[in-house]
């Protein structure tokens, strides 16, 4: 696990700014690396290039955000990182990455990545010959907002009517109390404690999330068609083995959304049929970014471990030494 220089002399009881100049200056080899000169901009590390690599971009410091490519075949570990290049332009990431040589790029066979245009155009400029896969869990993210969107307009009507009967009740005087539903909710609580429950699949709700469920659909119909939509679309992904069946089952999810008429779900659709190709790809390895995410959240944590980044190219330089 990487530790901080800080933490290091604090063990062995040395004066950290100390300690840290020493281990830049003499003990690492910091000073004389090779990428230094042009460390903030990019780093490129060849020979981790392998057959499937997964593209994302990471808030280095202060919302700086950097193109990051690695090699899912070293799991995270020593050897994943292929390249780090500031911004997430186009032609400077692909600039970077053309320094490895054509036939090396056209080993490449898979590169996972989010539904980014940019991502998408960095990739079939650098890897000509890989076929693209949209991240299985962003496009289930698209959904789940969708049920998250019907639900939500569902609790600020609640909200509004409490509210006026608040008011109203101090008008009159009285004191308004909410009615509460056989398990203690009220309107605006069941709405409120229904956020996870919709989220899964019935067989992982606990025993209240079930009888939750059971008040939520009997008062909102349009709220159990939306999660039936979402499960449905789940079991796209859950059900299919091929390319071919998938592609089945998405139009038989298309037409039961048209025919709902909930229109949170029209952009999820739109969306979808708009990145279809590189979707169904999944279904070629079933292969997703998740490599890449917890890559991006190694180096956040590494950032917080050593309190900010206030030296940037001695930060990349521990990146590089870390997972290079």
């Known amino acids: 696990?990487?530790?901080?220089?800080?933490?290091?002399?604090?063990?062995?009881?040395?004066?950290?700014?100390?300690?840290?100049?020493?281990?830049?200056?003499?003990?690492?080899?910091?000073?004389?690396?090779?990428?230094l000169k042009h460390a903030d901009k990019w780093i490129l590390i060849e020979k981790n290039i392998g057959a499937y690599l997964s593209i994302d971009e990471v808030a280095l410091s202060k919302g700086e955000l950097y193109t990051i490519i690695t090699n899912k075949a070293n799991h995270g570990k020593k050897g994943s990182?292929?390249?780090?290049?500031?911004?997430?332009?186009?032609?400077?990431?692909?600039?970077?990455?053309?320094?490895?040589?054509?036939?090396?790029?056209?080993?490449?066979?898979?590169?996972?990545?989010?539904?980014?245009?940019?991502?998408?155009?960095?990739?079939?400029?650098?890897?000509?010959?890989?076929?693209?896969?949209?991240?299985?869990?962003?496009?289930?993210?698209?959904?789940?907002?969708?049920?998250?969107?019907?639900?939500?307009?569902?609790?600020?009507?609640?909200?509004?009517?409490e509210n006026r009967l608040i008011e109203k009740a101090k008008k009159n005087g009285t004191k308004y109390v909410p009615k509460e539903h056989s398990n203690g909710d009220t309107k605006k609580q069941l709405l409120a404690r229904s956020r996870h429950l919709v989220f899964k699949p019935k067989s992982k709700w606990s025993k209240s999330q079930k009888i939750?469920?059971?008040?939520?659909?009997?008062?909102?119909?349009?709220?159990?068609?939306?999660?039936?939509?979402?499960?449905?679309?789940?079991?796209?992904?859950?059900?299919?083995?091929t390319k071919k069946e998938a592609k089945q089952r998405f139009n038989k999810w298309y037409d039961k959304v048209k025919e709902s008429g909930i229109k949170e779900f029209n952009i999820c659709?739109?969306?979808?049929?708009?990145?279809?190709?590189?979707?169904?790809?999944?279904?070629?390895?079933?292969?997703?970014?998740?490599?890449?995410?917890?890559?991006?959240?190694?180096?956040?944590?590494?950032?917080?471990?050593?309190?900010?980044?206030?030296?940037?190219?001695f930060f990349l330089f521990r990146i590089f030494k870390i997972y290079g």
């Open 81 to 161: 990182l292929v390249a780090i290049v500031e911004g997430t332009k186009i032609t400077n990431i692909t600039k970077v990455l053309k320094r490895i040589g054509l036939i090396e790029r056209n080993k490449v066979k898979e590169v996972t990545l989010d539904m980014s245009p940019t991502m998408e155009g960095i990739v079939r400029e650098s890897f000509s010959e890989a076929y693209l896969t949209t991240d299985r869990f962003h496009v289930q993210q698209l959904v789940s907002e969708a049920i998250q969107e019907v639900r939500m307009s569902y609790r600020r009507k609640a909200i509004k009517e």
């Open 269 to 313: 659709v739109s969306t979808v049929k708009a990145y279809e190709e590189t979707i169904l790809n999944y279904f070629i390895n079933r292969s997703t970014n998740a490599g890449a995410e917890s890559f991006n959240a190694k180096i956040k944590g590494f950032r917080s471990i050593v309190r900010g980044v206030r030296d940037k190219k």
């Open 212 to 241: 939750r469920s059971e008040i939520l659909f009997e008062e909102y119909p349009r709220i159990k068609q939306a999660y039936n939509l979402s499960m449905l679309f789940r079991n796209c992904y859950e059900l299919s083995t």
């Open 1 to 35: 696990m990487p530790v901080s220089l800080v933490s290091v002399a604090n063990s062995y009881r040395l004066d950290p700014k100390t300690f840290e100049k020493q281990y830049k200056d003499h003990l690492s080899i910091f000073r004389n690396w090779n990428q």
